[in-house]
């Protein structure tokens, strides 16, 4: 038997994984700050309930892992967090809404693997149902920002709009079935060149005239599609153009506006967003995958729960794993010791135990040599480590009721009394 990870899966060490637990620290305190509450949701669901959104032959639906019970029944892992909430709200009938709930868990998907795409990945995600209007949505795109500004990733913020761009698509006469598939060869413009774009465009019978227009389209700013459809009477342009309107202004007021960009060929790959959609890229950096998205997706909540109320969701999600390979090599990533105070006792085992439990008590990380070792070789273990403080007690340290606790980085010791620790409080900055 051969040992080895499943492709785009990964084992992380512990200096690794303090990293990725420092963003996700960082970011619930953020969650936190803008009035999100926690939830967790499983991750296994019905394959029915994964799949409610989608057509068989989309690429969403290849990619979720399939499994079964005992039962037989068709169940799949999660592929995001946001089709777990909306099974929540549909389930928690009661909930008083508007309701906004943070979630960081694992989810999956069998899809291709590079830097930043994995098979397992961690997503981070706020989202709100309850709110239909465009205050939520840039409220979204301040906590976007200034979470990854927290992680020192300075990002740009594309938004559009899936009714907008919907329409543009309805104003060229295309029959209403293949809207679908060409908002998904949309989605390919920086992927691709024009020739190959040209191609699938013209595999679902849209003419040379109409690719012209599609592509001209897509490639203006907000003001020359306002001035280009002015005289519309295409509900989804109207009401996309509108939405984008109101949000820009929001963006602009909040002092948001050169950290965000309107892109009109901004598709999100997900079937079920209905309005604004988002996606973030750091800037200056070798990642050039979007590290988080989300967007407005009224109907899902809304079609499941069936009880004649509207449940309007937006949301968006931070991807852990493009993050840290953005940080991971930074200098002020590298990690430091989660341990405070190292002590190597001396012929004191019981009583270096009890010292280690009263630091404890006073919010310190402390270890304990507990493998009898040379002195040389103890200090030799907290440099490694990077260990900042070290107490060596002994019987002279318990008979004069102090000892010293040695700052590893500038070698100066400190007498403490037993009976007065908390005097390192004031030693000890972390």
Same mark, same amino acid.
């Given at each position: ?51 409610? %959104? ?42 008083? !809404? ?16 590079? /830097? ?9 995600? /706020? ?18 920002? +200034? ?18 761009? *919907? ?18 060869? /949309?989605?390919?413009? +920086? ?11 013209? &595999? ?19 003001? *020359? ?13 109207? $009401? ?18 050169? *950290? ?5 060929? !901004? ?49 968006? $999600?931070?991807?852990? $794993? ?10 002020? &990533? ?36 507990? *493998? ?13 480590? +990077? ?18 606790? %040695? ?24």
């Amino acid at each position: 038997m051969q040992i080895e990870n499943v492709k785009g899966t990964y084992d992380y060490a512990k200096d690794e994984q303090i990293i990725r637990e420092k963003i996700k620290d960082s970011l619930k305190k953020l969650f936190k700050k803008y009035g999100y509450s926690p939830i967790e949701t499983p991750l296994i669901c019905y394959f029915d309930l994964l799949t409610a %959104k989608y057509e068989e032959e989309d690429e969403i639906v290849k990619e979720v892992y399939k499994v079964t019970d005992r039962g037989n029944r068709k169940l799949g892992l999660r592929y995001d967090l946001t089709v777990p909430f909306a099974k929540f709200i549909a389930l928690e009938k009661n909930l008083r !809404l508007p309701f906004k709930r943070y979630e960081i868990g694992d989810a999956f998907r069998d899809g291709p693997v590079k /830097v930043g795409r994995d098979r397992q990945f961690v997503q981070c995600d /706020v989202d709100v149902v309850g709110l239909d209007n465009q205050e939520i949505e840039a409220e979204l795109i301040s906590l976007f920002i +200034k979470g990854c500004k927290e992680l020192n990733i300075p990002v740009e913020v594309q938004y559009n709009n899936r009714k907008l761009m *919907q329409g543009i698509i309805e104003s060229l006469g295309v029959e209403p079935n293949k809207i679908s598939s060409i908002i998904k060869i /949309v989605d390919k413009i +920086k992927k691709i060149n024009e020739e190959e774009l040209r191609a699938e465009l013209f &595999s679902l019978d849209v003419d040379a005239k109409n690719q012209e227009l599609l592509l001209k389209y897509f490639k203006m700013n907000f003001l *020359q599609l306002e001035a280009s459809f002015k005289n519309t009477d295409i509900i989804n342009i109207n $009401s996309g153009l509108a939405e984008i309107k109101k949000l820009k202004e929001l963006i602009d007021y909040l002092g948001l506006t050169n *950290q965000t960009k309107f892109v009109p060929s !901004l598709v999100r790959g997900q079937e079920y967003y209905t309005g604004n959609v988002f996606e973030a890229y750091a800037i200056n950096s070798q990642i050039k995958s979007s590290i988080g998205g989300g967007g407005r997706y009224d109907k899902m909540i809304t079609e499941w729960i069936n009880d004649g109320k509207a449940y309007p969701a937006v949301g968006i $999600s931070f991807g852990l $794993s493009v993050i840290y390979e953005i940080i991971k090599n930074r200098e002020e &990533s590298q990690t430091k010791s989660l341990v405070d105070i190292y002590i190597i006792p001396m012929g004191t085992n019981k009583e270096s135990l009890k010292l280690a439990d009263d630091l404890r008590e006073i919010s310190f990380n402390v270890e304990v040599e507990m *493998q009898s070792q040379k002195l040389k070789k103890c200090f030799e273990y907290a440099n490694r480590e +990077k260990i900042p403080y070290v107490i060596v007690l002994g019987e002279n340290e318990l008979t004069q009721n102090s000892f010293k606790i %040695k700052d590893m980085l500038s070698g100066e010791e400190k007498s403490i009394f037993f009976d007065k620790l908390e005097v390192i409080q004031s030693i000890i900055k972390r």
